[in-house]
Structures are given as structure tokens and as C-alpha cells.
């Protein structure tokens, strides 16, 4: 059943509550509403962006760090849809979007498997850190960047949609245009 659209005092207070959780180092039960099965949730909606290869030459927020036309499309999707999101940076791991960063020239694309899981683990360590309980985690990144996030986040009870699973480049651009028609 789909959610209603969050208002932005929900978000506001959706927000405030990740920074709270962020500095009391756990998630802070604020806001919470009951779902219609009965049991209670925040159901807060994190988007994870994945970068891409273009970027800007200087230090940048990791929001607008990346210029590609699909990651400017995730963007805009992950705001319109998520009450807060993060990219998921090859170098840096889990980014939030006003995090000032260096551009870099590394790719999940190009690394060992065993690179990859170490970058995983490691983003998991992160992601744990910044998802509060009963969140629904909405993934758009390629499969390097999934393959290890979404089994993690599944087994720990996490709703996960990936909106764009199985598709190129070109078609996540031209689907991600018609959803925002």
C-alpha cells in the first residue's frame, strides 16, 4: 500500500530526528504514528544515491559534487520520494548530501570483490548509523553498489524498493523523466 506524501513538518521533524539520533548516537523514537496493521513506525523513507563518474574539479557538497544528468535525475527522484537521503560514494562511502568532499577517480566498477566487500562492510557500519527502526530504504545505484547493501538491509528487517532494478543508463533516464511528468 503506498504512503501517503510526507508534509514538511513531518519532514522537519523526520529530520531534526536523524540529526538528534546522529548526536545522541542512537535513533531517538520521536514522531511516531502508527501503520494500519497495528504496529508503530516512524516510516521514514531514505533514498541512497549512488555517484557516478562526472563530477565537479573542486570540493563540492556530495549533493551537487556529481554533474552527470542521471545523478542530477536521482536526485531529483530521491527528493521528491524520500524524507532524506545519502549518496553512496566509491570513495568515501555513505555521504550525506551537504557533507563537503573532494572530487576522486574511484569506481565500485573497477575494484576486486574483495575491495567491494570491504567498502560494503563499511557502508553498512555507516548506514546503520543513520536508519532509524522500520525505515524503508529506496536504492538507486547499479549493481556493484547493491549487491551486498540489500541482503544486509532486508535481513535486519528494512523494506527496500529499488525503482530502477534491471534497467540501463538511458532507460533510468527516460523512466525517472516520465515519473516526474
Known amino acids: ?14 529530520l531534526a530526528g536523524i540529526l538528534v539520533a546522529s548526536l545522541l548516537g542512537g535513533w531517538v523514537n520521536a514522531n511516531v504514528r502508527p501503520k494500519t496493521s497495528g504496529h508503530y513506525s516512524m516510516g521514514i523513507r531514505v533514498a541512497l544515491v549512488s555517484c557516478v563518474k562526472s563530477k565537479q574539479d573542486s570540493p563540492a557538497p556530495a549533493g551537487d559534487l556529481y554533474t552527470s544528468p542521471l545523478f542530477r535525475s536521482f536526485r531529483r527522484y530521491a527528493e521528491a520520494n524520500a524524507d532524506v537521503w545519502y549518496v553512496l ?20 566498477n573497477a575494484m576486486r570483490k574483495s575491495d567491494r566487500l570491504a567498502w560494503a562492510r563499511r557502508v553498512q557500519k555507516q ?5 532509524p527502526p522500520d525505515a524503508e530504504v529506496i536504492v538507486l545505484a547499479g ?13 535486519r528487517g528494512f523494506g527496500v524498493t529499488v525503482p530502477l532494478e534491471g534497467l540501463g543508463f538511458g532507460k533510468q533516464l527516460q523512466r525517472l523523466k516520465g515519473l516526474e511528468h
Open 143 to 155: 549493481l556493484r553498489y547493491r549487491e551486498e547493501l540489500i541482503p544486509f538491509l532486508r535481513k
Open 127 to 131: 548506514i546503520m548509523q543513520v536508519l
Open 1 to 14: 500500500m503506498a504512503q501517503p506524501r510526507v508534509g514538511p513538518d513531518r519532514r522537519q521533524a523526520s
Open 89 to 108: 560514494s566509491a570513495e568515501y562511502g555513505l555521504l550525506h548530501p551537504d557533507q563537503i568532499v573532494a572530487p576522486y577517480e574511484r569506481t565500485l
